[in-house]
């Protein structure tokens, strides 16, 4: 699973990437332990004019292999080393930055232990060094809703809840709590079925402020909350022409976990979540940049059938449907 990293890969540009002194190192990374494989961006500052200058990848990269390594503080001779690949950067007119290329990222395969402390060491070939700490997040898992459907039928509080998977470990810093509508759907005219999601962001919070009993976490939601949040949704609102037809997937809860120094980033720059770009915050030693880890658990769950025939009786313009979509 690619991490956030590598979709916003140009992020030293919320650092002084323009200097007359010698090239700053910059380091970006979120491990997760949960992922098959972990990326980390590293760049520099550059000499010269800021404006043209980045729009250069030569003057804002490395030309030649970095000495990246992860060693696990419970056991220093487990030495992970970091191996390169490149990623596709779309063309972005909107962006100072260079875009619409391939850029080179590392990463490794090798799997991360939830819980452990790792140090990151960075080297260039002149023996210029960064290093870091991070603390990997516990991993977690989604207990309640704990039946296989969900019900937005309601005005009482309803919850949901998450546990460690090794209650020795302690809570991660940050939580985040967003679920995820996804329907199909057929305009009238058209031979394609689209995707579409409806996000319900149900809040955040460190373990202090959030609900905690028999070792589990809890955030509470309304579930009719659900028919608003549909009506102002821009989909449902702008494409729902006379004929829409839609098919109900799934219902999708996703509970983040988030690193102390990514937590301590949102604290800094006033942000109001953890899923994000543009840190104003550093924890590298050395240089600058922002690695901390993170992960993201998921499940899903089919819509309760009371639930899609109070959609179909009251809101019949939304064109959903229960029979089995066409092929």
């Known amino acids: 699973m690619l991490l956030a990293v590598i979709s916003s890969c140009n992020k030293e540009k919320d650092f002084n990437i323009y200097t007359n002194a010698d090239p700053t190192m910059i380091v970006y990374g979120f491990l997760n332990p949960e ?10 500052s550059f000499n010269g004019d800021a404006t043209i200058g980045t729009q250069d990848y030569e003057l804002n990269n490395y030309d030649y292999k970095l000495y ?38 590392y990463f490794t395969d090798e799997k991360l232990i939830a819980g452990d402390e790792y140090d990151l060491y960075v080297r260039d070939r002149s023996g210029n060094e960064v ?4 603390k990997l997040v516990s991993d977690i898992s989604i207990a309640w809703p704990y039946a296989q459907n969900i019900s937005f039928l309601g005005s009482y509080n309803s919850e949901i809840r998450w546990s ?28 394609d079925t689209t995707d579409h999601s409806m996000k319900w962001y149900f809040g955040n919070g460190t373990p202090e402020s959030l609900h905690m009993d028999n070792l589990q976490l809890h955030i509470y939601y309304t579930p009719e909350t659900f028919f608003s949040l549909m009506l102002a949704d821009d989909n449902i609102k702008n494409n729902s022409p006379a004929g829409v037809q839609r098919w109900y997937k799934d219902f999708t809860i996703v509970v ?21 770009d543009s840190p104003e915050y550093t924890n590298i ?27 179909q009786r009251d809101y019949p313009e939304w064109g959903f449907i229960t029979e089995v979509e066409p092929e």
Request: charged letters at 20%.
């Open 285 to 311: 030693e050395g240089g600058l940049g922002l690695v901390s880890s993170k992960i993201n658990v998921d499940r899903s769950y089919y819509i309760a059938v009371k639930t899609m025939n109070q959609i």
């Open 68 to 105: 990246v390594r992860l060693i696990n503080k419970k056991n220093t001779k487990d030495s992970i080393a970091f191996d390169t690949t490149s990623v596709y950067k779309p063309w972005d007119s909107t962006s100072p930055f260079y875009s619409d290329r391939r850029q080179l990222v």
């Open 256 to 276: 983040s976990a988030a690193g102390e120094e990514l937590y301590n980033y949102t604290i800094i720059s006033g942000s109001e979540s953890v899923i994000q």
């Open 35 to 44: 992922s098959d494989t972990n990326f980390l961006k590293i760049t520099k």
């Open 131 to 134: 290093t870091t700490r991070v």
């Open 164 to 191: 460690r998977k090794n209650p020795s470990q302690p809570w991660a810093p940050y939580y985040e709590i967003t679920g995820y509508f996804n329907y199909r759907q057929l305009n009238p005219g058209d031979n």
